[in-house]
């Protein structure tokens, strides 16, 4: 078991590109998780997965930030047209049924 | 929406001194978890509570949850420095998502 694993651990890109972030959670789990986090804030609620049905979203996710999940299996979240407002750690997290996450290490992505 | 306070939002103490921090909310959770952060890293889960009254223990970190299942309070006697981080709560329901706090950040000094 090698945990929860996010790449890249740090992403710096100009106003205006694209960026994919991918998390390959632990392989039991079946629920995944996206997360945003803040200099001086917790951890915001983006959106989760069972299994490969994305079955909620926050409203903080803009249109553009897509998630997916194909097969069940790693994931992958995308920003278009990033803004320097998207600047943060995005973590991933997984479990197994309604338990505790385990966390990855994070992607900080620094927009300039 | 920050659902989840927690107090005090930065603590710096001396290597054995005794503290407790504070999480609460006015909404009503089935579970409630606390979580150590380190710089540049994701949160770590230390604890799972579910039931109102419940104490739990940790070697020298005692959680507890409040009787309504509103608020929890995470004691840490004898701090030593490893202790140092970032200190989360977050509370969950029947849903998918865990809401979590804006954090206490402690300090232990040598």
């Known amino acids: 078991d090698t945990g929860v694993s996010q790449n890249p651990r740090h992403k710096i890109t100009k106003r205006g590109q694209n960026v994919t972030f991918r998390c390959d959670p632990i392989s039991e789990h079946n629920r995944l998780y996206w997360y945003r986090q803040t200099l001086g804030q917790g951890p915001e609620f983006l959106t989760y997965?069972?299994?490969?049905?994305?079955?909620?979203k926050s409203r903080l996710l803009s249109d553009r930030f897509s998630a997916e999940r194909p097969k069940g299996s790693f994931s992958t979240l995308e920003i278009q047209r990033t803004e320097q407002g998207d600047s943060a750690m995005y973590l991933c997290?997984?479990?197994?049924?309604?338990?505790?996450?385990?966390f990855g290490s994070g992607t900080r992505l620094t927009v300039v | 929406t920050q659902l989840l306070e927690q107090s005090p939002q930065f603590l710096s103490i001396q290597e054995g001194e005794n503290l407790t921090v504070y999480c609460n909310s006015s909404?009503?959770?089935?579970?409630l978890q606390w979580y150590r952060q380190e710089p540049g890293e994701g949160p770590v889960l230390l604890v799972t509570v579910v039931t109102g009254g419940e104490v739990k223990k940790l070697k020298r970190l005692t959680f507890q949850f409040g009787d309504a299942r509103k608020d929890s309070s995470l004691h840490i006697t004898a701090a030593q420095p490893g202790d140092t981080g970032l200190y989360l709560c977050a509370g969950g329901n029947r849903g998918n998502q865990f809401y979590f706090g804006t954090g206490t950040s402690l300090t232990v000094i040598p």
């Open positions: 997965f069972q299994n490969e049905a994305q079955l909620e």
């Open positions: 909404s009503v959770f089935s579970s």
């Open positions: 997290a997984s479990s197994r049924g309604a338990g505790g996450y385990t």
